[in-house]
T-cell receptor
Framework: DAKTTQPPSMDCAEGRAANLPCNHS???????VYWYRQIHSQGPQYIIH???NNETNEMASLIITEDRKSSTLILPHATLRDTAVYYC???????????FGGGTRLMVKP | DAGVTQSPTHLIKTRGQHVTLRCSPI?????VSWYQQVLGQGPQFIFQ???????GRGNFPDRFSARQFPNYSSELNVNALLLGDSALYLC???????????????FGPGTRLTVL
């Protein structure tokens, strides 16, 4: 059962912000929202996670709505190397038994 | 710092054979999880081990088994291989399994298994 819904693909111009949406309307109170990405032929790479509050790190920002039913991953200045499949995951097992859906294929174009 | 390492990188087997895949976690990480990624799909959770004990199991048949050693490295075993077992097998490590506490997993490059 998919717990998250993401658009299958998105394009973004190099240097612009990439905003990747995710719906998780059935999220429960103790579930975190995780974002991972997978560049072709590599293992997934952790980006960021959060519970209620917005989070920011050196890679991205995570905006979670007040009702926690959706979130947005923001890459502030996308580069060609950000081209990847981005996965939004909700998990309450300390992030160790992740259920990956189909993800969003982000294409950053020059 | 060495990341998560997996061996072998590629493997070709025939139907009915068995296979053992190996994973070494990042130094200091005690939790290891295994995932299967079929071409074109997201990774699917198989097992999680912590302190040599199985802490979680995904929806995979009993042909799949795993174990974790005292040095926290891990093996994934698959018996009676089927064509559908062809996939990228990913290992991920993390610091702990603290309940209700989010933590990040670090993935290895994977082992590409082809079953003919």
């Amino acid at each position: 059962d998919a717990k998250t819904t993401q658009p299958p693909s998105m394009d973004c111009a190099e240097g612009r912000a990439a905003n990747l949406p995710c719906n998780h309307s059935t999220i429960s109170g103790n579930e975190y929202v995780y974002w991972y990405r997978q560049i072709h032929s590599q293992g997934p790479q952790y980006i960021i996670h959060g519970l209620k509050n917005n989070e920011t790190n050196e890679m991205a920002s995570l905006i979670i709505t007040e009702d926690r039913k959706s979130s947005t991953l923001i890459l502030p200045h996308a580069t060609l190397r950000d081209t990847a499949v981005y996965y939004c995951i909700v998990d309450n097992n300390a992030g160790n038994m992740l259920t990956f859906g189909g993800g969003t294929r982000l294409m950053v174009k020059p | 710092d060495a990341g998560v390492t997996q061996s072998p990188t590629h493997l070709i087997k025939t139907r009915g054979q068995h296979v053992t895949l190996r994973c070494s976690p990042i130094s200091g990480h005690k939790s290891v999880s295994w995932y299967q990624q079929v071409l074109g799909q997201g990774p699917q959770f198989i097992f999680q081990y912590y302190e040599k004990e199985e802490r979680g199991r995904g929806n995979f048949p009993d042909r799949f088994s795993a174990r974790q050693f005292p040095n926290y490295s891990s093996e994934l075993n698959v018996n009676a291989l089927l064509l559908g077992d062809s996939a990228l097998y990913l290992c991920a490590s993390s610091l702990d399994v603290a309940a209700l506490k989010g933590n990040e997993q670090f993935f290895g490059p994977g082992t590409r298994l082809t079953v003919l």
